[in-house]
């Protein structure tokens, strides 16, 4: 079994995630990486649209952060995935969690309460 | 256990009951053995079934003819006679082979185009398409649901274009929200149907066919010398048969109702060629009433009257049911496939099939298109002219759409055996190399010739 | 220390003698544990058309790639900084 070569950013990032029942989780917006002792690990994955705008740039953070608040979330920030709940890879990021234990999705369940579930036939 | 990434693990079984395979695979938990080759979607081939052909075909011909396609086949034929008639060949062609390539791209990644594209570009790079698809469609959504209103008007003048506006919109809205969406595509695409009238209006008018013809296969510079006001009108109807939407509605439709590879490409196919046919009717009728008079088309009545002249009342009732069911029919699609986009992009669930308090975001979006859009049109623009600069927008935007759909389509990664032959390639390049030179033109076009205005 | 991936991504990679030797634009790694060690950065424009796939179009030009060992590195404030010399950097290789 040699080792497994894995490029991050063509095969990580920018990946859908999936939870363990196969829902959808957002995207890996970014990595989270520790430095030590001159070794390097990918320690976790960072998801939600405040990680993707704060990817893109601090003006683009600022704005999403804004507009998540008009939407009802009350404390907009990236969530962290560690790398223990992911359970592979393929064409997307697999977790061994269900998505109401990673807390991402945080919008989608604000919209989904404040505005959809109100309307008649949702 | 290694895991290469490129195309050397993975290739798909022959064995065409599978044609989709996922061609990369790393299991990172903890030592747990992961097969290397998962299939996503196994997926039985089906015998021929007719309704998802026919189905298929309908949506093709709703794609090809909408509002924006009226209005710039009519203005052509109108103020350039046959010379703009050779623009249908290339658009037939891109529309086919970009459709069938999104199409596939679903089917053998078992993902929709936005999702790879993202995750192929990165967040920065596949930033630029999602913008410029997301402007196009949701002011192609104001194109369409103008549409549906005038076309309201060519029968009942009585009522205002600001009352029908906001009334389409809702409509439209109350009928995405409850009823099944297929359904509603459906009617709206044979209904559409009734746009065959203006074929039948060609062949009462008795065109030269013959010059018909040859004015398809060259552009006819003894006719018209090529001034900004011809090339703009060219790049118009660029965009017009080739509207960005209907890529990614196409891919992700194809993955809301599992349609095979085969009926994927013979319904693109079939139903482009007969919504070419509808097009070379708008332009020929166009050219036979409107050119000799040097009546330019600035209201859809004018686009109709061809059509009315040859067919009388009956043409002028099954114009309008056309026009309203085919902008009805796009503005579903396009606000649909707005949604999607945006969804793919960042990765939330989406689609008509679950539960909508599953996917709020999806329902959210689409919301939001709405409301723009209405905004947009009751602000006192022109349709018919917003209708022209938006075509020629949407074709500005496509170099950006099909750029990174034929990088993923030749990634043996997410294609394996499905990825684009060669063939596919030369005809893909040679319409994308056609749209980047259209693309460049445009901007200057739009500022010379004042948006079309004649 | 703890970084975000595009805290250091297209970061400058710069060698012993103060040389730039291109951006830094994708990490390669390999599980190890609970996460995955990071073993080699790429480095360079043309690993950007690598990224898009180019290399299945036009495998000969992009097939050479400059992969660089991450034990070479000694710090990633400011810029990647290299332990080295660019003449001592592993050449180009075939992929």
Not at chain 2, 48 to 53: D, E, F, G, N, V
Not at chain 2, 201 to 223: F, K, Y
Not at chain 2, 325 to 352: M, N, R
Request: aromatic share 6%; hydrophobic share 50%; charged share 15%.
């Amino acid at each position: 079994m040699s080792a497994q070569r894995i490029e991050l950013g063509r095969h990580v990032l920018d990946k859908e995630i999936h939870d363990v029942h196969g829902r959808p989780c957002g995207k890996v917006d970014d990595l989270l990486i520790e430095l030590d002792a001159g070794d390097a690990h990918v320690v976790g994955l960072v998801t939600g649209p405040t990680a993707f705008a704060r990817a893109i740039g601090p003006r683009c953070a600022a704005v999403v952060a804004v507009v998540e608040r008009l939407l009802g979330v009350k404390d907009p920030r990236p969530v962290d995935l560690t790398w223990s709940t992911v359970e592979y890879i393929d064409v997307g990021v697999h977790l061994n969690v269900a998505e109401e234990e990673t807390g991402a999705n945080e919008l989608a369940r604000v919209v989904s309460r404040r505005f959809i579930s109100r309307l008649p036939g949702a | 256990m290694s895991v290469r990434c490129g195309n050397l693990q993975g290739a798909p079984p022959r064995d065409r009951t599978q044609n989709s395979t996922v061609h990369l695979h790393i299991p990172v938990a903890n030592g747990k053995s992961v097969p290397v080759t998962a299939s996503v979607k196994a997926e039985r081939r089906r015998p021929w079934r007719i309704s998802a052909l026919a189905l298929g075909v309908l949506a093709s011909v709703g794609g090809f003819v909408d509002m924006g396609g009226i209005i710039t086949s009519s203005q052509a034929g109108a103020s350039f006679h046959y010379a703009l008639l050779w623009t249908v060949v290339p658009g037939i062609v891109g529309f086919a082979v970009y459709a069938e390539m999104s199409g596939r791209i679903a089917l053998s990644s078992g993902r929709a185009t936005f999702d790879v594209v993202r995750e192929r570009l990165g967040k920065h790079l596949s930033l630029i398409p999602l913008v410029a698809l997301t402007f196009v469609n949701v002011l192609t959504l104001v194109v369409e649901i103008s549409g549906m209103a005038l076309a309201v008007r060519l029968g009942l003048r009585f009522l205002p274009q600001p009352v029908l506006v906001p009334l389409m919109a809702l409509v439209l809205l109350v009928l995405l929200w409850r009823v099944n969406f297929e359904l509603l595509d459906n009617s709206a695409a044979l209904l559409g149907l009734a746009m065959v009238a203006t074929v039948v209006a060609a062949v009462v008018l008795r065109p030269p066919w013959h010059d018909v013809a040859a004015a398809m296969v060259r552009p006819s510079p003894d006719e018209m010398t090529p001034t900004a006001d011809y090339l703009f009108a060219g790049i118009s109807l660029l965009g017009a048969y080739m509207t960005p939407y209907q890529f990614e509605f196409y891919s992700s439709g194809m993955r809301e109702q599992e349609e095979d590879v085969r009926t994927n490409w013979v319904s693109a196919i079939i139903g482009t060629v007969f919504g070419g046919l509808i097009t070379i009717a708008l332009i020929v009728v166009a050219a036979q009433v409107l050119y000799p008079q040097h009546q330019q088309v600035q209201t859809l009545e004018d686009a109709a009257s061809p059509t009315v002249s040859a067919l009388g009342s009956t043409g002028l009732a099954l114009f309008m049911l056309g026009a309203f069911a085919v902008s009805a029919g796009a503005a579903v699609e396009v606000s649909l496939s707005g949604a999607y986009t945006v969804c793919q992009y960042f990765g939330w669930g989406w689609g008509k099939k679950p539960r909508s308090r599953e996917v709020p975001l999806f329902h959210l979006t689409y919301f939001v298109m709405f409301v723009v859009a209405v905004l947009v049109a009751l602000s006192g623009i022109d349709p018919i002219r917003l209708t022209t600069v938006t075509m020629a927008l949407a074709a500005l935007s496509l170099p950006f759409i099909f750029g990174p759909m034929l990088i993923v389509a030749n990634d043996p990664d997410y294609m394996g055996e499905q990825r684009n032959k060669l063939a596919a390639n030369v005809v893909a390049m040679i319409i994308l190399a056609l749209l980047v030179v259209v693309t460049v033109a445009t901007i200057p076009l739009l500022v010379i010739t004042g948006g079309g205005s004649s | 220390m703890r970084f975000r991936w595009h805290d250091l991504i297209w970061k400058t990679v710069v060698d012993a003698d103060g040389r730039k030797l291109g951006p830094l634009v994708d990490l390669v790694a390999t599980p190890e544990g609970e996460g995955l060690r990071v073993t080699a950065l790429l480095v360079g424009r043309r690993e950007l058309l690598h990224r898009i796939g180019w290399h299945h179009i036009d495998p000969e030009r992009l097939g050479r790639r400059r992969e660089i060992p991450w034990q070479l590195v000694t710090d990633v404030r400011g810029a990647v900084h290299l332990s080295v010399r660019g003449d001592r950097v592993p050449p180009l290789r075939s992929s």
